[in-house]
């Protein structure tokens, strides 16, 4: 599907969507990317740069489709920046980038994982710039390594282009301008002036192979959603989810499926640094006593201030060499690698910047036990459904168990927002897990739980809702990697099925909804 040459100077930022079985969607609400640098500034601004490094494999089939985008990655020395060659288009002197010539330049890229984490931000305005093919492809491969419940693989993506959805793009804005309408409260919190390209991602309809878990194809869309967003830092791209949609009008434009659900929108290209008040306000965090207990909910804790980690993956190589590991060794896990951990759970994307997140870290053995308890009664459960289910986790063992609960309270105030909760935390659980994969320590997110034991052994309050419980430790296996799709089916063009829907129409807005709009616009930014 995303084969075939793409010339340099042809303008295209591609679109994705994100689709999935009875999940929502949410915008996240966070800052633009602080400046890294005078020469990336400058770029941006100018609307010059176009980076492009070597493709990564697509891999054939079975064991090499499977391992075909890490068979040539190698682990990063530490601390040691990539030099990648990028070709840079000059713009000609009357500001044109068709009629500018290209350079190849080297460029020292800060790929460490922990570094990529801590540095990713929210994109919202984009230089008139170009994102290659390539490029794009190694934003999709990124997805593809995504975790999921029994490997399920939910996440399904349709690309729209510009030049090839001219239709298409239009209905699809509309769609967005009627949803901020009826959504009257979140227009006064989001403006998107100079929004220019989208990106939308789509999930389809598989949880998790067992009973009592409705959101896995949710928390396999964040988890990929993450995994891009990571990736297209990297390539020194920002980007921006939307999930602030009307979602049946836009499963109908997109022709998909009544079951599926649709997930979201991520718009990506070239990011042009702005200093608002707002990215000023979205860069702050809650430390990590406000959001990290030990043992039970509210238990609060003094955490080691973070140290400089010792990554030994790049974050290219951590996403596509992360695996769910459930055997661990007996060498315990100090606090400055938890440390570590929670930090970069911590700063995760969310919507509206809310941070719904909250971490229980779990080293007493007797609760390690309940939790077991309430894993092992959800696999038998299961086994007599005659479902298989997740093969099982020693939780009593492994060094540390983390768990992640969301808080529902703290979710985005418009149509469909009452998922991102769960998107937030996700988002949280994939940073956790790839920076583990990065110190070479092995983890697992455990879902299939009975819940009710699971909370009361972790004194969850009613209004959290449980993720889940990762285990973490280093590694006593070395799981193979499992079967991925290729990029042409996880990816598709100009609609679910290869081409557009129906174009649903627009409602105009209610009178009294256009006479009450002043009260929640913010007029001060006129």
Not at 229 to 237: M, P
Not at 349 to 361: D, E, H, L
């Amino acid at each position: 599907m995303l084969g075939g040459a793409q010339s340099a100077d042809q303008r295209w930022l591609p679109l994705l969507y994100l689709v999935a079985r009875r999940g929502r969607g949410v915008r996240e609400g966070e800052g633009l990317d602080p400046p890294r640098g005078a020469r990336r500034r400058e770029a941006a601004a100018a609307g010059d740069p176009r980076r492009e490094g070597s493709s990564l494999p697509g891999g054939a089939g079975g064991a090499d489709r499977a391992r075909g985008s890490e068979r040539d990655a190698a682990a990063l020395s530490r601390g040691q920046p990539r030099l990648q060659q990028h070709p840079v288009q000059v713009p000609s002197r009357d500001g044109r980038l068709d009629a500018g010539e290209t350079r190849v330049v080297t460029v020292a890229l800060d790929l460490r994982t922990s570094h990529v984490i801590r540095e990713r931000r929210t994109v919202r305005t984009f230089a008139d710039a170009p994102v290659t093919r390539d490029t794009l492809e190694r934003i999709i491969d990124a997805a593809r390594w995504a975790p999921s419940a029994g490997n399920a693989q939910p996440v399904r993506l349709i690309v729209l282009r510009p030049e090839t959805d001219r239709a298409t793009l239009p209905a699809l804005q509309a769609i967005a301008q009627e949803s901020k309408r009826i959504s009257s409260y979140w227009v006064a919190m989001f403006r998107p002036t100079g929004v220019r390209e989208y990106v939308i991602v789509a999930d389809p309809s598989r949880s998790g192979g067992y009973a009592g878990d409705r959101g896995g194809h949710l928390v396999a869309a964040a988890a990929a959603i993450q995994n891009m967003k990571l990736q297209l830092h990297a390539e020194g791209l920002g980007a921006v989810l939307y999930t602030h949609w009307i979602e049946e009008k836009a499963k109908m434009l997109l022709d998909v499926p009544r079951t599926w659900s649709f997930i979201g929108l991520l718009c990506l290209g070239w990011p042009v640094p702005l200093d608002t008040k707002e990215r000023r306000a979205a860069l702050h965090r809650k430390s990590l006593e406000q959001i990290a207990f030990v043992d039970r909910f509210g238990n609060a804790s003094h955490w080691p201030p973070p140290q400089t980690p010792r990554d030994e993956l790049d974050i290219t190589d951590a996403i596509r060499r992360r695996r769910s590991v459930r055997r661990f060794t007996d060498a315990p896990l100090d606090d400055a690698r938890v440390t570590l951990l929670l930090e970069s759970a911590r700063w995760a994307p969310s919507a509206g910047n809310f941070q719904p997140w909250r971490f229980i870290v779990v080293r007493d053995r007797a609760v390690r036990e309940r939790l077991q308890r309430a894993a092992d009664l959800a696999r038998e459960a299961n086994a007599d459904l005659g479902l298989s289910g997740e093969p099982r986790v020693d939780l009593v063992s492994a060094p540390v168990v983390i768990a992640i609960t969301a808080d529902p309270q703290k979710i985005g105030p418009h149509v469909h927002g009452e998922m991102t909760h769960l998107i937030g935390a996700s988002l949280a659980a994939e940073n956790l897990w790839v920076q583990a994969t990065a110190i070479t320590l092995g983890a697992v997110l455990v879902r299939q739980l009975v819940h009710d034991l699971a909370r009361a052994a972790l004194a969850v309050p009613a209004d959290e809702e449980l993720l889940g419980v990762i285990a973490i430790g280093e590694p006593a296996e070395a799981p193979p990697a499992t079967r991925r799709l290729d990029r042409n089916e996880l990816a598709r063009e100009h609609g679910f099925d290869g081409h557009p829907g129906e174009d649903p129409g627009i409602a105009p807005l209610p009178a009294v909804w256009r006479s009450e709009r002043g009260i929640f616009e913010d007029r001060s930014a006129r």
